[in-house]
């Protein structure tokens, strides 16, 4: 089984694509610069390596090389953006093998800094340079994988956002509706209410009015005498045959009084 991504990039990196001093052809001082740069970086010391590159730059600014080396200690630095830009310099008409190792480097950087698509087109340019790159191939194939799990991830937040936002929808329909439920109990309940006030207000009333009853029934039975008092239909009856009555006296009275045969008292 062969190493995760990362080792196998770390491991590539140094084992054999520093270019020496020595395939340079540099001023004494420049080469030893570079010699010395590579003694550090094999070290660890990756600032005094830099400062060592530096310097060697300073007398040949335009070594592709040593961009390339430059890179390489910048990518152990950790310093993936900036190691990405040295490679590029580095693979820019520069000999196929140095282009290859440049262009191979420049995924190996782009993966470390997340840019998973520029990995792939780093590495597919580089087995394009060399199809005998395993390497370079296996890594295309993690950074394929790594994309994919990428998308998939990104498909699952989206799915649970839309989860989410279904879930926050579906409780808000659920809260309206049981509003809705409440306000119509209230409704209901107020209904209700209003009714059973309206009867006991009808009750009331027909208790008072059956009081008022029992109360004149009452009266009634104290005073007999009241309740057989003569209607006014039975007084105006009573009034005019008093008046008819009266009329028929007065009548009588004003008539002459016959004359009666008598028999004369003979003298």
């Not at 001082?29 to 530096?54: M, V």
């Not at 209003?194 to 008072?208: D, G, L, N």
């Not at 009015?209 to 057989?228: C, H, L, V, W």
């Amino acid at each position: 089984m062969r190493c995760l991504l990362t080792k196998c990039l770390v491991v590539l990196i140094v084992g054999g694509v520093w270019m020496s001093s020595a395939a340079l052809s540099w001023k004494d001082s420049a080469s030893q610069d570079a010699e010395k740069a590579i003694e550090l970086y094999k070290q660890n010391k990756l600032d005094e390596a830099l400062a060592k590159i530096t310097a060697a730059q300073a007398e040949m600014p335009n070594s592709l090389k040593l961009q390339y080396n430059m890179g390489n200690v910048l990518y152990r630095k950790g310093k993936f953006g900036d190691a990405r830009a040295g490679y590029k310099i580095a693979s820019q008409d520069a000999p196929r093998s140095l282009e290859q190792s440049a262009t191979y480097n420049m995924g190996n950087a782009a993966f470390k800094a997340g840019d998973i698509k520029g990995a792939i087109e780093a590495y597919t340019k580089a087995l394009l340079l060399n199809p005998n790159d395993a390497d370079a191939r296996y890594n295309l194939e993690l950074a394929l994988r790594a994309q994919q799990q990428k998308k998939q991830k990104q498909d699952r937040k989206q799915q649970g956002k839309g989860k989410q936002k279904q879930e926050k929808k579906q409780g808000q329909q659920k809260g309206d509706k049981q509003k809705q439920q409440e306000k119509k109990k209230g409704d209901k309940q107020q209904e209700n209410k209003s009714k059973e006030e309206q009867a006991k207000q009808e009750r009331a009333e027909q208790q008072k009015a059956k009081q008022a009853k029992q109360e004149k029934n009452k009266q009634g039975q104290k005073n007999p005498k009241r309740a057989q008092q003569l209607s006014k239909d039975q007084i105006q009856q009573i009034l005019a045959a008093l008046k008819q009555q009266e009329l028929q006296v007065q009548r009588n009275l004003h008539q002459p009084k016959s004359s009666s045969s008598s028999v004369e008292k003979n003298w």
